[in-house]
């Protein structure tokens, strides 16, 4: 892969036609350490964040060795780039092959489940296994988070109690997952989660041998400055001490966002000015399906030399497709002399940013680049966490 020290640097020098995604190992090697010291359990990584086999290696090296995968692809992805991982199957819908395949050729023995049709093809696909750890989902509100995860998946709650109970009886370790929806905006959003483990285990009277908090750990977005991540950590591990299995239980999570936002951003060039909008040159088809289709902010920053010094104004972005709906309506914070022919880093794209580009419409391509400046924000550095903290007070 090519190097470059710093974004500014690398858009001035190279003036690059296509977009390009830059990678800062450092940065996902941090964010990683971060989770591994601080997090009072088990840390795996989300592998639909970003499946980068580049980040795959950076997290596994700096001490994330286990990985939820929830496609045989993915499955496959990791089995080849960390043959000594572990995984763990974590969607809670799966193709009966796909199950069989983890198993048999991957070694796959963690899988999720949320109905008794998916015990029942976990059993079948296995054929009565008895090494399983089975993570029953359960249901929780996703109040708390910016996107929600609330509606498709989780055990019915009026099944939940025999399914555990017919869970407990062919798995050999038994588990309690949930996910709060992502980018948690507060640790509430654990601690009432919780509460519905602490209410399922009392209820089936079983004994749970893994809890299983998910991911949803927020990263630093524009107009949404989540509290520190230790906050988040200290009521999780209060919640978990205080549930009856907490002496004879593991506690595991799955950030996907929190671990690989950090890892990637964006340069693109601005292909022509109108008003207030850009016309810029990745868009929903590339990297920022989600500025498009959510309204997502990110950071933006001019890449110029010499730098501007007119003040900030809000622009919205168009993408390089001829779709009108390829548009991002920010407000993206750039100063007031942006031209055609500047370049723009976007930040925090490494989380479900560059892993949701298409080739639509001949726009796909693009280069990657490491670079060793820091991201624009960063959740694992002191200064920037004080903000965060002072923002919060206000
Ligand atoms: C998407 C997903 C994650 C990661 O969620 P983040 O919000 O990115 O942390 C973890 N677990 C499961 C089951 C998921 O579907």
């Known amino acids: 892969m090519h190097k470059h020290p710093t974004a500014l640097g690398l858009a001035t ?15 996902a090697r941090r964010a990683a350490r971060f989770f591994v010291e601080k997090f009072p359990g088990r840390t795996m990584y989300a592998v639909k964040a ?32 960390l043959p000594d991982a572990t995984m763990c199957f974590m969607h809670p819908v799966k193709a009966e092959e796909a199950i069989r395949e983890a198993y048999d050729t991957h ?20 054929k009565g296994a008895t090494d399983l750890t089975l993570c029953v989902r359960i249901r929780v509100s996703s109040e708390h988070s910016k996107l929600s995860l609330a509606s498709k998946f989780g055990a019915d709650p009026a099944e939940l109690r025999e399914l555990l109970i017919a869970t407990r009886q062919v798995a050999d370790a038994l588990g309690i997952c949930f996910h709060v929806g992502s980018q948690a905006m507060s640790p509430a959003a654990y601690s009432g989660a919780m509460e519905r483990v602490r209410a399922a285990i009392v209820e089936a009277g079983v004994t749970v041998d893994v809890v299983d908090v998910g991911g949803g750990f927020p990263s630093s977005y524009p107009g949404m ?4 991540l230790e906050v988040f950590f200290d009521v999780i591990h209060k919640c978990f001490e205080d549930l009856p299995v907490s002496y004879s239980s593991e506690l595991w999570c799955e950030p996907g966002r929190a671990l690989s936002a950090e890892y990637s951003s964006l340069i693109v060039r601005v292909e022509k000015r109108r008003g207030d909008e850009l016309y810029i040159n990745d868009g929903a088809y590339g990297a920022l399906f989600d500025a498009a289709h959510i309204a997502w902010r990110f950071p933006t920053e001019l890449l110029r030399e010499p730098d501007s010094n007119a003040r900030d104004m809000a622009f919205s972005f168009y993408g390089p497709t001829c779709d009108d709906a390829d548009y991002m309506k920010g407000p993206f914070m750039l100063p007031a002399d942006m031209k055609a022919g ?8 490494g989380a479900y940013g560059c892993a949701m580009r298409t080739g639509f419409n001949g726009f796909g391509s693009v280069d990657t680049i490491e670079v060793d400046d820091e ?20």
């Open 13 to 27: 020098t190279l003036l690059p036609v296509q977009p390009v995604t830059l990678t800062r190992s450092h940065a």
């Open 50 to 81: 970003n499946p980068s086999p580049e980040l795959l290696a950076v997290l596994y090296d700096s001490g994330i060795t286990q990985f939820d995968v929830a496609s045989i692809a993915e499955v496959r992805l990791v089995a080849n780039t």
């Open 107 to 126: 070694g796959v023995r963690t899988f999720s489940l949320d109905t008794m049709e998916e015990l029942e093809k976990i059993v079948r696909a296995t």
């Open 225 to 228: 400055e989540p509290p520190p």
């Open 342 to 349: 500047d370049y723009i880093e976007i930040g925090m794209l």
């Open 375 to 394: 991201p624009m924000v960063s959740m694992y550095v002191e200064d920037h966490r004080r903000v965060m903290s002072n923002v919060v007070k206000l």
